[in-house]
């Protein structure tokens, strides 16, 4: 069994940054690709960054590339979200997933789902 907890979300103001966390639960982490989605209302779930499970290979969107960074820490059986230089249109329940072995980044892929910590960005 895989359970995922996400926390650090909040509210900031537009060009400030947040950092997520995600809690991992169950045997083999290191087995599994972790990544991150977001939802904002009327929109479906939207893909955000990848990590491998040694954290050697990463993948972005391309609406958060140079802004984000994705990471884990196998030794705390926890993944990482650094999102520096917000904007309003980040604004959205973020997720963090996992799957095991292959990367991929359509959430379909996914097994596991947390239960989402919301980011809001003011302007």
């Known amino acids: 069994q895989v359970q995922l907890v996400e926390s650090g979300g909040g509210l900031v103001q537009a060009g400030g940054s947040l950092g997520l966390s995600c809690a991992f639960s169950?045997?083999?982490?290191?087995?599994?690709?972790l990544g991150w989605f977001r939802q904002a209302p009327g929109k479906g779930r939207e893909f955000v960054a990848t990590?491998?499970?040694?954290?050697?290979?990463?993948d972005y969107a391309d609406s958060v590339k140079g802004r984000f960074t994705i990471s884990r820490d196998n030794a705390k059986n926890t993944v990482y979200l650094q999102m520096n230089s917000l904007k309003p249109e980040d604004t959205a329940l973020y997720y963090c997933?996992?799957?095991?072995?292959?990367?991929?980044?359509?959430?379909?892929?996914?097994?596991?789902w947390g239960q989402g910590t919301q980011v809001t960005v003011s302007s």
């Open positions: 997933a996992a799957r095991r072995w292959t990367l991929t980044t359509t959430p379909q892929a996914y097994n596991y």
């Open positions: 169950g045997r083999t982490f290191n087995s599994y690709i």
């Open positions: 990590v491998s499970g040694t954290g050697g290979r990463t």
